[in-house]
């Protein structure tokens, strides 16, 4: 059980959201004939290499590609619950998806979708762990449902939250960046060192090092 603060309220997902599977009902999926269209159409992967935002797609559905699938709309958040369990992004497009994603919408006035997509991922582990074993790994979507989302008492608050969720991000990556720049330092004297070394052998062994 998540510890929340004061006043904040342990609410069911699909009290604040609409929680939704994806949806493509053909099968071969790969049939040729549904895709091609104007209609994009994303998968599992493109979640999972999103860092939070879906801004790109490789695929479209056509006309007969769309009856068999649904659209979901710019701002949902998208979760997926098969190979990758847990990744969450938000659509900066509308887009379709199969069932190996969950589309989840917040309802105007309850909740934003930056909020809602930072709190699913205090549940990745726990849903990656719930996922049943087998040959490819899948979470019960419905398990997503009645999940207690925290929620503060206003919308102000989860923009509020939200936004300082951000500034602790970017002083992270400042951060990381500043390691990563000492870490490549470090590796570019180690090898500068490594190289005088191997010139010191060489020199030694080649009569050419002198007092």
């Not at 709309?73 to 190979?83: L, N, Q, S």
Request: charged share 25%.
């Amino acid at each position: 059980r998540k510890k929340i603060p004061d006043g904040w309220l342990l609410t069911p997902l699909s009290e604040v959201c609409s929680v939704e599977r994806g949806k493509f009902g053909h099968r071969p999926r790969n049939d040729p004939d549904y895709y091609g269209g104007k209609y994009p159409f994303i998968q599992t992967g493109n979640v999972a290499n999103a860092n939070g935002r879906v801004k790109t797609y490789s695929q479209t559905l056509n006309e007969k590609g769309l009856k068999t699938s649904k659209m979901f709309p710019k701002g949902t958040v998208v979760i997926t619950i098969a190979a990758n369990i847990g990744d969450t992004a938000i659509l900066e497009f509308d887009a379709c998806f199969p069932d190996s994603l969950i589309g989840v919408t917040p309802i105007p006035g309850k909740a934003i979708p930056e909020y809602i997509e930072y709190a699913l991922r205090l549940y990745q582990k726990e849903l990656t762990r719930d996922a049943s074993t087998g040959a490819q790994k899948n979470i019960n979507y419905k398990f997503l449902k009645p999940l207690l989302i925290p929620i503060p008492k206003t919308i102000d608050m989860q923009k509020e939250i939200v936004q300082n969720i951000k500034n602790a991000e970017e002083k992270f990556k400042s951060q990381k960046t500043q390691f990563e720049n000492i870490k490549e330092n470090y590796e570019n004297s180690i090898t500068y060192v490594n190289h005088i070394q191997s010139s010191i052998l060489d020199a030694a062994f080649s009569g050419k090092l002198v007092k």
